[in-house]
């Protein structure tokens, strides 16, 4: 053999073919090729070798060639070997480096990087119609001057900044580390993205390059979740929370940043301000290198009825229940029994878990402030047979609270289910609770069907309207009482008018004595009595028809009620009547006795409520 008559030693020099590829041919599997023009062999120093290594289908195949050997020569021979000529017609072979960018014809030495003897190739298979590949366009110098390459849609940032620093007559060598910042998002990608995650495949974007001094690492944590994310130093925390990404992975996508706060963790932990929020990220770094950390608060916010006071309660973890959260308001639970939910105004059980409710607004009130509401199904409307459990529904509310609150509370469908009132009504959406409360508990019975005829009535006195529904069989009569109860008025004092006509509601005439074919009808509730009092509260009035024998007593707790002062309190209250000489009025006196102190002929007379001076 040449070898043994040259008296090269085997471990230094070494065979290659004509292609460049090392030549073994002592292994037993050795074949020569059928190709002639490769039976042509050069002997080199092994020192000139450099290792291939193709990972394809979680096997390495090593093969050793010169610098020169042509990169589609040593892939034809890989796929020669393999046998992958065969492959269906719908699949292809790509091929990469270890950044994952896709790999050019050239030679060998191309892939080399720096003192380094081996070169990794990444093979995958790939379906041929679909889009694996993202071309990225990289400027530079002042020119913008562009380089375009190919990259596997699974390739990390990271895999990219290490083939930036590959790069050095392009990119800055005194720069250690590489960041990507999405122009337009102004967010920055962590390193173990893939670009597949980046962007879809039917849109382009601009990224810009930047250095990895001028960014920091922000780790949020909220109850048990973290989240971390890139950020410039220099962006304000406040343009940071902007990012939708933060709420939905520590699972707050219920709620927005204004119901949250922020607190900065370390050393000198606090609650951010508002003028905190404005500064730079950069400024609660505390070590090189090191994450800034900030913990999200659950900022729940409670309003009293009464007053309107706020109470804001800042919560680090929503796993309490309503009971301790009515603790914390520090508010004496024996006045203030309940919280309700700010939107449908229901009165929360006291061990129902504020994590379940996803609501940080709350009002806080007292009993008398709240109703009772018990909802029936209506029979012809149950398909089975149910418990009586299971066919009512009892809750609480706030007496401000509207027919579609509790429509809302209760997932009714408003445009297909109705709530029938006394069987006889169905209010308009509208409608508040307080208007029922002459009954200790207000009962409805859910129906799928409306009732046929709209009532309109007005209340000239108050310029307020109600609507509701009825039947054709409803009488005046009846008309007449529901007007006073939704308007909150006494019935011996009121009629109804049609057409500037008032209604004769003595008999039982009804609304198909009118028309038996109307839809819709409107009428307005006026007031008969000849003496009415008009009582000043702070920005308020209230008018009120009386008669001359009616006690002062009864005026003061009618205003009261309409004020929603508690009549237990009436003793902290006086009564000043609006004459010249602006008397103190006994609450024992009738309205006839006080007459005589305004001029001959009012049919109104004029009060103020005050709260005593004590």
């Not at 930036?164 to 993205?193: A, C, G, W």
């Not at 973290?226 to 929370?241: G, M, P, R």
């Not at 309107?308 to 914390?328: A, D, F, G, M």
């Not at 109804?496 to 028309?515: A, F, G, H, K, S």
Request: hydrophobic share 35%; net charge negative.
């Amino acid at each position: 053999m040449l070898f043994n008559e040259k008296k090269y030693d085997h471990d230094l020099f070494v065979v290659v073919n004509k292609n460049e590829i090392f030549i073994d041919f002592t292994k037993s599997n050795y074949r020569s090729s059928s190709d002639p023009s490769l039976l042509e062999y050069y002997i080199i120093e092994k020192q000139y070798l450099i290792q291939i290594q193709i990972h394809f289908r979680s096997n390495i195949s090593e093969y050793f060639t010169t610098s020169k050997c042509k990169i589609s020569t040593i892939i034809h021979h890989f796929i020669d070997e393999k046998q992958l000529e065969s492959l269906s017609s719908d699949r292809i072979l790509c091929f990469f480096d270890e950044f994952g960018k896709c790999i050019d014809d050239g030679i060998i030495n191309d892939l080399c990087k720096t003192h380094h003897k081996t070169v990794s190739i990444f093979v995958t298979e790939e379906i041929s119609n679909v889009n694996i590949l993202y071309e990225l366009a990289l400027h530079y110098n002042e020119d913008q001057n562009q380089m375009m390459s190919l990259f596997y849609s699974t390739t990390k940032w990271q895999q990219i900044n290490l083939w930036l620093k590959t790069l050095l007559h392009l990119i800055d060598p005194s720069v250690d580390d590489y960041m990507f910042l999405i122009r337009e998002k102004k967010t920055i990608l962590d390193n173990d993205q893939s670009i597949l995650s980046t962007f879809d495949q039917t849109e382009s974007m601009i990224i810009d390059i930047i250095n990895r001094n001028i960014v920091t690492k922000v780790q949020f944590t909220f109850e048990t979740n973290n989240y971390s994310i890139y950020a410039l130093k220099s962006t304000k925390i406040s343009s940071l929370l902007n990012n939708e990404n933060i709420f939905k992975y520590l699972n707050l996508t219920d709620l927005s940043f204004d119901d949250c706060l922020l607190v900065v963790k370390g050393n000198n932990e606090h609650i951010l301000t508002k003028e905190d929020l404005q500064k730079s990220i950069d400024t609660y770094s505390i070590t090189e290198n090191e994450p800034i950390h900030f913990q999200i608060m659950t900022l729940v916010q409670i309003t009293k009825y009464d007053d309107e006071e706020q109470i804001k309660v800042p919560l680090l973890n929503r796993n309490i229940t309503i009971e301790e959260l009515l603790h914390s308001t520090e508010k004496s639970m024996d006045v203030y029994k309940y919280l309700a939910t700010n939107d449908t105004k229901r009165i929360l059980d006291s061990n129902e878990k504020l994590s379940n409710l996803n609501k940080t607004k709350f009002i806080l009130v007292k009993e008398n402030e709240t109703c009772l509401v018990l909802i029936k199904k209506s029979n012809d409307s149950q398909p089975i047979r149910v418990t009586e459990e299971e066919n009512e529904k009892h809750q609480r509310f706030v007496v401000s609270a509207t027919i579609a609150d509790v429509n809302k509370e209760n997932q009714q469908d408003i445009l297909h289910q109705y709530l029938l009132y006394s069987n006889d009504i169905v209010p308009s959406t509208d409608i508040q609770l307080i208007t029922f409360q002459s009954e200790s508990l207000i009962q409805f019975i859910a129906i799928d069907q409306n009732l046929p005829i709209t009532v309109t009535i007005k209340n000239t006195e108050a310029n307020k309207s109600i609507q509701f529904n009825c039947r054709l069989s409803m009488t005046i009569k009846r008309l007449c009482e529901i007007a006073c109860q939704l308007f909150c008025l006494k019935r011996e004092y009121y009629c109804l008018i049609m057409n500037e006509t008032t209604l004769d509601d003595d008999d039982d005439v009804c609304l198909e004595d009118i028309d038996e074919n109307m839809t819709e009808v409107q009428f307005k509730i006026i007031s008969k009595a000849s003496i009415h009092c008009s009582i000043m509260y702070d920005n308020q009035t209230v008018i009120l028809p009386c008669h001359k024998d009616t006690i002062i007593m009864i005026i003061v707790k009618e205003t009261m009620e309409k004020l929603h002062i508690s009549e237990d309190n009436i003793n902290m209250y006086e009564l000043i009547a609006l004459d010249d000489d602006q008397t103190q009025i006994d609450f024992d006196l009738s309205v006839d006795d006080i007459l005589g102190s305004f001029s001959t002929g009012s049919t109104t007379i004029s009060f103020e409520l005050k709260k005593k001076n004590i």
